[in-house]
């Protein structure tokens, strides 16, 4: 700080000031204009590097200074995951179900986003008894036993929806995780959650955000559930269309096109302006990360 200080002082009576203001700059604390430490999934993901880039997810979501977003390190681990051989990919399913199935885990909210994206059968029975115990307390359901997890009542995890932090209720996460799997026996929970939450109305943005995850699920194990399974309120939900069309199955996307080219031309027009704004908006947060 002496030297900052000294240097302000000269910048005063500098008879180059445009010399003195740099000389100035040079001696601030080195600190202030050190860039982040780049942080990015290794080559080999090996499980202690999985539960690091875990943390790092976590510490992203808190909006520490210095990590990347979290969907830019989710899709590098998701990426990682799909790489690996299958011998490392038995070890590194095994780490990410061990911080899934513990709702006290530091980075149990960071698991399950993967999970949402890399299908993680291991957990797939826990992941059901989330959303079939219920507790007496906070967002989570309640309690019907004793065997449901101590941390059951503080139903929240961070997730990012849309570019933005959110805490979500915990069970839409859990549901966009039992959908990656596509699993066939699950569409009667699918219906079963959908029906429950529509029957009480969308005005709760938890409830709606739930119904949304179960009507990805349903859409992922048939597309055409979009025109046929949905109802309509939720079927012309701009952001539900907006995260199939973000999906990378093919058929999903060509199922929402469908679905938008078949409506009267007043809506079709107002769905297709609508997307293409969000997208566009979703582009535009891409480039600035």
């Not at 390190?73 to 990682?80: E, F, K, P």
């Not at 349903?218 to 046929?228: Q, T, W």
């Not at 109802?231 to 939900?237: G, V």
């Not at 999906?247 to 469908?258: F, I, L, N, T």
């Amino acid at each position: 700080m002496g030297r900052l200080w000294f240097a302000l002082r000269a910048l005063i009576r500098d008879e180059e000031p445009v010399l003195g203001f740099f000389e100035a700059l040079l001696a601030m604390p080195r600190a202030s204009f050190r860039k982040p430490a780049e942080r990015s999934s290794p080559a080999d993901c090996t499980p202690e590097d999985l539960r690091r880039m875990l943390h790092w997810m976590a510490e992203a979501e808190r909006g520490t200074v210095g990590f990347p977003s979290v969907d830019v390190l989710l899709g590098q681990v998701v990426r990682s995951l799909e790489q690996a051989d299958l011998s490392l990919q038995q070890r590194l399913r095994g780490e990410l179900a061990s911080h899934v199935k513990d709702l006290g885990d530091p980075v149990f909210g960071s698991a399950l986003a993967v999970a949402a994206r890399w299908p993680l059968p291991e957990a797939k029975l826990f992941l059901l008894r989330l959303l079939t115990t219920r507790s007496s307390g906070g967002n989570g359901p309640e309690s019907r036993g004793g065997d449901a997890p101590a941390a059951l009542g503080h139903g929240r995890v961070p997730l990012s929806v849309n570019g933005h932090a959110q805490r979500l209720d915990y069970r839409t996460a859990v549901i966009a995780a039992l959908g990656a799997l596509r699993d066939p026996k699950l569409r009667s929970l699918f219906e079963m959650l959908l029906n429950k939450h529509l029957d009480r109305g969308l005005a709760d943005p938890v409830r709606l955000e739930i119904c949304r995850e179960a009507g990805v699920a349903l859409v992922l194990l048939d597309p055409e559930a979009l025109g046929s399974a949905l109802p309509l309120e939720l079927s012309t939900d701009v952001l539900l269309l907006d995260r199939l069309l973000s999906r990378p199955e093919s058929e999903v996307r060509r199922a929402v096109m469908d679905w938008v080219n078949s409506r009267p031309q007043p809506a079709r027009a107002h769905l297709s302006e609508a997307l293409a704004v969000l997208r566009g908006r979703h582009r535009a947060s891409a480039l600035i990360a």
